[in-house]
């Protein structure tokens, strides 16, 4: 069955440092991947979208790869800050799916601290 | 522009009951997915609708329904409530109309079923 893999353990980090998440998934042929942010409390917000043609893409501090033969995004922040904190979720659409219909993991939370 | 906007915020019912949530998608968008979130399962796609028509289900009982109206607005209804119906409900619209795209998510309707 398909799968997508988040870490579940919170993810710890200094303000300052880079923060990597991890994606991986199985029995899964995605067209592309994306990565939402989620607060406590409120809906998830958009950050980035990658193609599966695409390696890697960039905005601002943040960056995201893509590894259609691992099967596995990473998501990167940079100089990380305390107002980063939060929980992380990756998203790939279903195989030869037309319409908005996402599958989420499961996310990772992660926690910068001053 | 106005985001996505979800009614009612809370609310609470008792087993058995049913319950009807709206959800306003941003000017434009004519896609509109629900999405059940609960700490367990994290979040789960319900359904897809697009110019009126269901487009896309999630593995859910028939007990879960929604539709779409003309102008996008979308309701999503859950009869016969169970305890473990208790979650966030999540509403999305998109732009995008053949391919899924980002999603631009409202605050959710929080449901506690008693």
């Known amino acids: 069955s398909q799968k997508i893999e988040q870490n579940s353990e919170a993810l710890n980090i200094q303000e300052g440092k880079t923060a990597t998440l991890t994606c991986n998934y199985t029995n899964y042929s995605p067209a592309y991947l994306q990565w939402y942010r989620q607060d406590p409390g409120r809906g998830p917000v958009f950050l980035l979208l990658?193609?599966?043609?695409?390696k890697e893409k960039r905005k601002e501090r943040l960056k995201v790869t893509f590894d259609t033969t691992l099967k596995q995004s990473l998501f990167h922040i940079t100089a990380s800050q305390p107002a980063d904190s939060a929980t992380y979720l990756c998203?790939?659409?279903?195989?030869?799916?037309?319409?908005?219909?996402?599958?989420f993991g499961g996310g990772t939370r992660l926690m910068v601290k001053p | 522009k106005a985001g996505v906007t979800q009614t009612p915020r809370y609310l609470i019912k008792t087993r058995g009951q049913q319950v009807t949530l709206s959800c306003s998608p941003i000017?434009?968008?004519?896609?509109v997915s629900w999405y059940q979130q609960t700490p367990g399962q994290g979040l789960q796609f319900l359904f897809e609708y697009f110019s009126e028509t269901q487009r896309n289900k999630g593995n859910f009982p028939g007990r879960f329904s929604g539709r779409q109206f003309s102008n996008s607005r979308s309701e999503m209804n859950v009869s016969t409530l169970e305890l473990g119906d208790s979650a966030l409900y999540l509403c999305?619209?998109?732009?995008?109309?053949?391919?899924?795209?980002?999603?631009?998510f409202g605050e959710g309707s929080r449901l506690t079923v008693l």
């Open positions: 998203a790939l659409d279903r195989d030869n799916n037309a319409g908005n219909m996402l599958t």
């Open positions: 999305a619209s998109s732009l995008r109309g053949a391919f899924a795209g980002e999603l631009f």
């Open positions: 990658i193609r599966e043609n695409e």
């Open positions: 000017s434009g968008h004519r896609s």
